[in-house]
């Protein structure tokens, strides 16, 4: 069992910058991969990010590609998302999961656990 709890979400104006957090806890935490995910009023579940088990690998969906970082810290077994030049477009529920096995890593069938999510805002 994974249990994840997200923080860090909030209102921002276009432009600026927050920093997601996902605190991790039961299973070893390098053991799984992890991701974020968003989801906008009225819209799927979109892919924002992943990273592997070691930290060793990354990738981004292209609409935050070059404005965010995923990464994992394994001293205090918290994932994180730090969100750069953020835009309108990114407002929505962000949450992280965790994935214990294979596949595609921007497929949320993928993922077997999740957090509760965290509302980013980001005002024109």
């Known amino acids: 069992q994974v249990q994840l709890v997200e923080s860090g979400g909030g209102l921002v104006q276009a432009g600026g910058s927050l920093r997601l957090s996902c605190a991790a806890s039961?299973?070893?935490?390098?053991?799984?991969?992890m991701g974020w995910f968003r989801q906008a009023p009225g819209k799927e579940r979109e892919f924002v990010a992943a990273i592997t088990w070691s930290g060793g690998s990354t990738y981004y969906g292209n609409s935050v590609k070059g404005r965010f970082t995923i990464s994992k810290d394994y001293a205090n077994n918290t994932m994180y998302l730090q969100m750069n030049s953020l835009k309108p477009e990114d407002t929505a529920v962000y949450y992280c999961a965790a994935r214990l096995l294979g596949g595609m890593v921007h497929t949320t069938q993928n993922y077997d656990y999740w957090g509760q999510g965290t509302q980013v805002t980001v005002s024109s």
């Open positions: 039961g299973r070893a935490f390098s053991s799984y991969a």
